[in-house]
């Protein structure tokens, strides 16, 4: 969906205030977010413009970096940075350090590996006592939370096996392996959570 020109996802119109209550709280000291799979932009400009004590990173693969930009220019906001494209599947990547970083309904679109990937680099550049916000729908020792999540996660493995709602145990290994300890897992409006976890020891 385009809105003026820039690509618009009405669930980030729908979700951006519900989130941004708990990054105020979560992301309340002045530093650098990172934010992986940034999609369409709306939330980069959204949270940019709330959290002015933020220097907000956007990224994402190269292809939606244009809209990301279109977003940015529009907002014209100086804590919002330039979009950087980001794989989470590559050894490096164009940021090496952040105070927070976080990502919003990719889990479940990218692949295991991705995912894998998405927690390792995010335990190496986040500092002792960082955080990371993961927001979408997830699974509760294997069961869905909801009809509607199931749904879903029907419907997104039958566009891609690899992709799927992930459950909270699976990725508190991740997290672990990557010295991430969770510290919270907010409720969020249809069917869906924000989890946060915090870095725990240098790696």
């Known amino acids: 969906m385009l809105q003026y020109g820039k690509p618009c996802s009405e669930?980030?119109?729908?979700?951006?205030?519900?989130?941004?209550?708990?990054?105020?709280?979560?992301?309340?000291?002045?530093?650098?977010?990172?934010?992986?799979?940034?999609?369409?932009?709306q939330h980069a400009a959204y949270f940019a413009q709330h959290l002015p004590h933020l220097i907000w990173q956007p990224t994402d693969v190269?292809?939606?970096?244009?809209?990301?930009?279109?977003?940015?220019?529009?907002a014209g906001l100086a804590?919002?940075?330039?979009?950087?494209?980001?794989?989470?599947?590559?050894?490096?990547?164009?940021?090496?350090?952040?105070?927070?970083?976080?990502?919003?309904?990719?889990?479940?679109?990218?692949?295991w590996p991705q995912v894998d990937a998405m927690f390792h680099g995010v335990g190496r550049l986040l500092a002792d006592g960082s955080c990371f916000c993961l927001y979408g729908p997830f699974n509760y020792a294997g069961e869905y939370t909801s009809a509607s999540?199931?749904?879903?996660?029907?419907?997104?493995?039958?566009?891609?096996?690899?992709?799927?709602?992930?459950?909270?145990?699976?990725?508190?290994?991740?997290?672990?392996?990557?010295?991430?300890?969770?510290?919270?897992?907010?409720a969020m409006p249809a069917n869906n959570r924000t989890l946060v976890w915090k870095k725990c020891n240098n790696r």
Not at 63 to 69: E, K, S
Not at 85 to 105: I, Q
Not at 151 to 178: C, E, N, W, Y
Request: glycine share 6%.
């Open 149 to 186: 999540n199931a749904q879903f996660d029907r419907h997104l493995k039958a566009r891609d096996p690899a992709m799927g709602i992930r459950d909270l145990a699976a990725l508190t290994v991740l997290a672990a392996a990557s010295g991430l300890t969770q510290v919270d897992d907010v």
């Open 79 to 111: 804590n919002l940075r330039e979009p950087l494209a980001l794989d989470v599947a590559d050894e490096t990547w164009p940021v090496t350090r952040a105070d927070y970083v976080f990502s919003a309904n990719t889990a479940h679109i990218m692949s």
């Open 62 to 74: 190269a292809m939606h970096l244009p809209g990301i930009r279109a977003w940015r220019d529009e």
């Open 11 to 41: 669930a980030c119109e729908r979700n951006r205030a519900p989130i941004l209550s708990v990054l105020q709280r979560v992301f309340a000291a002045s530093g650098t977010a990172l934010e992986i799979g940034s999609g369409t932009g």
